[in-house]
């Protein structure tokens, strides 16, 4: 049975890829796995037939085989376990890989997501510009701190895997910030992974349909 995964069925991100699909495609493009998507409108999301596969009305799901499961990270996760490609076999080095993935998703992530929300939920209040300040803070340590791990190293930990594909899409969200290039290697880094020709076929994928529905 083909993987379903849902996703927007208009980009709230105008298809630069940063909808939470994204690293999910991505994931079943590196391991050679066919999909189909299922497009669902922000109307949908609330609808029954979707909340029984996400109780919070959110994207993406993913049905195969009569697993039903929700949130990108767990989706990444199986994906990575359950085919080759995105794992190593040495039980040291998986583990280290599916740390990076947590990492991403638990230490980078909301720093990133706090300083890029930020000025949309709260631009108009008149204690923003002292919280931007001290966001911005948080958000440079932690860069300084997974730049000086990341070294002069392609990946995080020897090839490439489902941690370095979960960091590169977290890290995608500063683009245009220019934070993210006071990192040089972090920089170089993440356009490493957007270079992979996996990665291409998921963002042509997910582009595709912005660029259909707003023609």
């Known amino acids: 049975m083909i993987p379903t995964i849902t996703a927007f069925e208009q980009s709230p991100d105008n298809g630069l890829g ?7 495609r991505w994931a079943l493009e590196e391991v050679g796995q066919s999909y189909d998507v299922k497009l669902v409108s922000f109307a949908e999301l609330k ?15 993913y049905q195969e085989d009569g697993l039903t499961l ?17 794992l190593p076999e040495n039980a040291h080095a998986r ?33 923003h510009a002292e919280r931007m300040i001290m966001l911005e803070g948080r958000l440079r340590t932690r860069l300084a701190s997974l730049s000086g791990r990341l070294g002069a190293d392609d990946w995080l930990d020897g ?18 910030s220019g934070l993210l290039e006071e990192f040089p290697n972090l920089a170089a880094y993440m356009q490493r992974g957007e ?20 023609s």
């Open 18 to 24: 940063l909808a939470r699909d994204m690293p999910v």
């Open 47 to 61: 609808a029954p037939d979707h909340l029984a596969l996400h109780p919070f009305g959110q994207i993406p799901t």
């Open 70 to 86: 929700f949130e990108s990270g767990a989706i990444v996760l199986h994906v990575a376990q359950s085919r080759a490609g995105l």
């Open 95 to 127: 583990s280290r890989a599916i740390m990076w993935m947590f990492s991403a998703l638990n230490t980078i992530e909301p720093v990133v997501w706090d300083y890029d929300i930020a000025p949309l939920l709260e631009g108009d209040k008149p204690w």
């Open 159 to 176: 090839a490439f895997s489902a941690g370095d594909l979960m960091m590169v899409s977290v890290l995608r969200r500063l683009q245009g």
């Open 195 to 214: 270079a992979r020709p996996a990665f291409k076929r998921a963002f042509d994928a997910q582009w595709a349909v912005f660029s259909a529905r707003s």
